[in-house]
């Protein structure tokens, strides 16, 4: 099995794993592509904001009162999640002392806000749910979507799989614009414009890592997830600039269609293609690669290529990665981790309109927070190994929330809540980063994306619960989110714990070398006996 590793390794860096090529395909699929898919993939955050808003009642244009007298006159004031006492959003008084609920429709805050979806469909209140609801569906379209692209990536190559993901993606949201006059039309769009969401980043990531060498896998995973993260620092800003959702949705998600003429630049993974056997089409991509590179293909390529020891084993898509006991402990540790920082991930961003301030530089504010956290990441994954700085970023988040919950229910206290809430985005980021490196280098090749797909399958299951922690932390207590947030750090904590350092390992080709990947490794990641490698050399 080790040679067979060795073999399509040498036989990449006969062409070159790092040069031209590579500089080109990292700045065009792993920069400029998050950068816009993150945008379209999130915008529909800022596009379902729900400003502060009041019972309309009809009449104030005639009179000579402020808008606070009016509401002093007509609206009960009562207390909301975090303890503070003011005006109803919801009730109104029936021209005495009986409270009601809205009869006239609703009026907006319209200090951050020109235009949003819930201001322009009334989304609030009894309707308020609607918006945690396309908070749902758009996960179950994350789940079904990445289960079903996850699987083509491992089937029919990641090149294809890419391209079907960036027109799934602009489709549905652009339809979004054309269909919030219908509820359940809505919902459907959100689901289907969420199915390639992560297909879309995983199949380039994947790729550039399957193409490079060893040392650079780090390097790969940092600049994607800054590319990600300047897109998510733009999107508030558009949104602010804009003001109008049906703009912001539209300018953020059609720079998508540049990437569909890349088709000659994107290359199928020459790893990928030799697992399958497909030696023409590994030897055509392997040329791509090296005129770009400015060496020449090896005459005897093709030659290496389908005579390179075959491991005789089938492949059964997701079960495949239960078919040993270390693979299996490891893909649910891998997803448990995946999931959890998912859902603390949404439970942050979902919530990020309800912190005090401005809403715009607020969400800007958690996207720079993540860009220290991919170079720290990096670093300390590549000074101090995967598992240890994968439960010191857990640790972070959990600290970090225990000190929100000491101050929630300050009135004066809540900037100071949103300064910590950028500091859990930061730690947030930084598991992201390492648990995302470590799903890279612990399944083979031969399930790589199929593993990564499926625990973004978990993660976002999970995360459908997300929607619905943040409206129970606006409508009961604010500190919901936290109190969950902080015990699922906790647990974090321990799924790195059990993980095998991957940090400079050799990356398993087959689910032999998947099954037996770690076991030589003691509680610090060290290995126990050298001599077996030697002996398997």
């Not at 005006?87 to 009869?103: D, L, T």
């Not at 959890?340 to 949404?346: A, N, P, Q, S």
């Amino acid at each position: 099995m080790d040679k067979d590793a060795k073999g399509i390794d040498s036989i990449i860096a006969s062409v070159g794993n790092e040069g031209k090529f590579q500089y080109r395909f990292y700045i065009l699929f792993n920069i400029l592509l998050p950068i816009v898919a993150a945008m379209a993939d999130q915008n529909f955050i800022n596009a379902l904001a729900i400003p502060n808003h009041w019972c309309f009642v009809p009449g104030r244009e005639f009179t000579n009162y402020t808008l606070k007298e009016w509401k002093q006159l007509h609206l009960p004031e009562e207390y909301n999640s975090v303890g503070v006492l003011g005006f109803s959003k919801c009730k109104m008084f029936n021209g005495s002392s009986e409270v009601i609920k809205c009869q006239h429709g609703w009026e907006f805050d319209k200090t951050w806000y020109e235009l949003t979806i819930p201001m322009q469909e009334s989304w609030v209140c009894d309707y308020g749910l609607y918006v945690t609801n396309t908070f749902i569906f758009s996960k179950l379209g994350e789940v079904i979507g990445t289960f079903i692209f996850g699987q083509l990536a491992d089937t029919i190559g990641r090149k294809p799989v890419f391209f079907m993901s960036v027109v799934t993606l602009v489709v549905g949201r652009m339809l979004l614009i054309v269909t919030s006059f219908s509820t359940l039309l809505f919902f459907l769009t959100m689901c289907f414009g969420s199915f390639s969401t992560n297909s879309v980043l995983q199949s380039p990531m994947v790729t550039g890592l399957e193409i490079s060498k060893t040392e650079r896998r780090a390097r790969i995973a940092m600049i994607h997830n800054i590319g990600g993260t300047i897109g998510f620092c733009f999107l508030p800003l558009v949104m602010w600039w804009l003001n109008d959702w049906r703009f912001f949705m539209s300018l953020t998600t059609l720079p998508c269609i540049l990437f569909m003429f890349t088709v000659k630049l994107f290359i199928e993974s020459p790893r990928w293609l030799a697992s399958k056997g497909k030696t023409e089409k590994c030897v055509k991509e392997l040329g791509k690669i090296a005129k770009a590179n400015g060496k020449a293909l090896p005459e005897n390529v093709a030659y290496d290529i389908s005579n390179l020891p075959k491991q005789e084993e089938k492949v059964y898509g997701v079960l495949s990665l239960f078919s040993s006991w270390r693979l299996a402990k490891n893909t649910l540790l891998l997803a448990s981790g995946r999931s959890t920082i998912t859902l603390i991930f949404y439970t942050l961003t979902f919530n990020v309109t309800n912190l005090e301030g401005n809403p715009f530089l607020n969400f800007f504010w958690l996207g720079v927070a993540e860009l220290p956290a991919w170079f720290i990441g990096k670093y300390a994954s590549d000074k101090f190994g995967r598992r240890w700085t994968n439960m010191a970023s857990f640790s972070a988040i959990f600290l970090g929330c225990l000190l929100i919950l000491i101050i929630i229910h300050d009135e004066t206290k809540q900037y100071a809540v949103s300064s910590i809430c950028v500091f859990l985005k930061f730690g947030i980021a930084f598991a992201a980063y390492v648990v995302n490196l470590q799903s890279m280098e612990i399944y083979p090749t031969c399930v790589r994306q199929i593993g990564i797909s499926f625990n973004g399958i978990v993660a976002n299951a999970v995360g459908i619960l997300a929607p619905y922690i943040v409206f129970l932390g606006i409508e009961i207590d604010a500190s919901y989110p936290y109190a969950l947030s902080a015990v699922l750090g906790f647990f974090g904590i321990l799924y790195g714990l059990f993980l095998p350092e991957t940090l400079n390992r050799k990356l398993p080709e087959t689910l032999g070398e998947a099954a037996a990947f770690g076991g030589n490794q003691n509680f610090f990641g060290e290995e126990k006996i050298r001599e077996t490698i030697d002996q398997c050399d």
